[in-house]
């Protein structure tokens, strides 16, 4: 690697091959150093990629990768997404991105393996990239000049790997299944109103009440002188009286209503159909038994 001014490794997935450009990038390598290139799966990876409509990529998309332009947050990287001249659907960002991008490269032609010679790679070396980025890995390189020492440790340091260690190097092998998320949530189910209404019923109560009446006696007496002459003007009055019934009504309390609510619980029911991932070990040739730990 003496004479080589390219760093480059594969990484296993997207998310392995950021953390390496970012330390790259706080290592002080710039964007316009650093290419990255995978194939494009359909699956947003951070934020949402611009990408062009039909099979080709976007020609503003394109003109701003090649000047250099941050867009795009994928790998912190001016992301390119569509059919590169050579390659296929992939996304690129930085130095290839640039490179596939340009009509006018004599590499693009000859797909990622000559832009990986035109970079400086051995053809042998550059075929080996090729076929593993054709199987779904990242690639990503690295224009470090004296540097590419220090910048091959960075990518190798973050799981990237380089030709001839792959063989000696695990694989990882995520196995996924879903998860059940279960979230209650409160609902309205009904309303109940408690009001008061005023009816009326008719009530009859004897009562008893006093009065008073006239009452005559008449007695015969001796004749006796009387006291005065015949013809004299004599009057009685007595007054008479009688209890009178006066009603009145007044509000009184009978019972009193609590209102209120209480929680109750019962048992809900939910299926849900999930998926699960199995590993499955395809053998090919003689004595391909996998030892498995």
């Known amino acids: ?47 949402v990629v611009d990408r062009g409509k039909g099979t080709h990529a976007k020609e ?12 795009g947050a994928l790998w912190g990287l001016g992301i390119l997404a569509g059919v590169l001249p050579g390659i296929g659907t992939a996304i690129a960002g930085g130095t290839l991105a640039a490179i596939l991008s340009s009509a006018a490269a004599g590499a693009a032609a000859a797909g990622l393996a000559g832009t990986l010679i035109g970079l400086g790679i051995p053809e042998e070396e550059a075929k080996y990239y090729d076929r593993e980025f054709q199987a779904g890995r990242v690639l990503v390189t690295v224009g470090a000049g004296g540097r590419v020492q220090e910048a091959q ?30 979230h209650k949530r409160p609902v309205t189910t009904g309303e109940v109103e408690v009001r008061k209404e005023v009816r009326t019923e008719r009530r009859s109560v004897d009562v008893p009440v006093q009065k008073e009446e006239l009452v005559i ?7 006796q002188p009387a006291s005065g002459p015949v013809g004299g003007n004599e009057t009685v009055r007595i007054p008479l009286s009688e209890e009178q019934v006066d009603v009145e009504k007044r509000p009184v309390v009978t019972e009193r209503v609590t209102v209120g ?22 053998k090919r040739g003689r004595d391909t038994r996998p030892n498995q730990r």
């Not at 503003?60 to 867009?71: D, F, K, L």
């Not at 799981?159 to 694989?171: A, D, I, K, L, N």
């Not at 619980?265 to 590993?279: C, H, I, Y």
């Open 217 to 223: 006696e008449r007695h015969a007496v001796s004749r």
């Open 153 to 182: 440790e960075i990518l190798i340091g973050n799981g990237g790997y380089e030709m001839g260690s792959s063989s000696e190097r695990p694989r990882t092998l995520e196995v996924r299944e879903e998860e059940l998320q279960i």
């Open 1 to 47: 690697m003496a004479d080589r001014t390219t760093a480059i490794a594969i990484f296993d997935d997207r998310a392995q091959a950021q953390r390496a450009i970012e330390e790259l990038k706080r290592a002080g390598f710039t964007e316009k150093e650093i290419g990255v290139t995978a194939r494009d799966t359909g699956e947003a990876d951070g934020d």
């Open 60 to 71: 503003g998309a394109i003109a701003g990768v090649a000047a250099g332009a941050g867009v």
């Open 261 to 282: 609510k209480r929680t109750t619980e019962e048992d809900q029911r939910v299926e849900a159909t999930l998926a699960k991932e199995n590993v499955k070990v395809d």
